[in-house]
């Protein structure tokens, strides 16, 4: 499979944090995510982004999520999509994110 074909199977989508909130039960330190996708709907995720955020702080904010991985349960929590970032020199996850606003559930291509 070409490298353009595989990029091709991921569905990238822009959304807006609308709650985020510890995630007690998850084994690993985590926020529980309600993420607005547009015409996609309201998706949950459970994201491990507690070193450098706080609640306050991703709600409202844009994220890039792949939408059509599944879901799975994350301490009893539905994670519907996977929240994108890159790690810092330290190791600590770094939000992707639109340096701009754009549509809710804009395809990233």
Do not use: C
């Not at 991921?10 to 926020?31: N, Q």
């Amino acid at each position: 499979m070409e490298p353009l074909e595989a990029f091709g199977l991921l569905d990238l989508r822009v959304g807006r944090v609308l709650r985020a909130e510890r995630h007690e039960k998850a084994r690993k330190p985590s926020y529980k995510l309600w993420i607005d996708f547009g015409p996609l709907g309201v998706k949950t995720s459970s994201a491990q982004i507690t070193e450098l955020y706080r609640p306050e702080d991703l709600e409202g904010r844009l994220v890039v999520a792949a939408v059509n991985l599944g879901t799975r349960l994350i301490g009893g929590f539905p994670s519907e999509v996977l929240v994108l970032g890159v790690p810092d020199e330290a190791g600590r996850v770094v939000l992707l994110a639109p340096e701009r606003e754009v549509p809710l559930g804009g395809k990233v291509f």
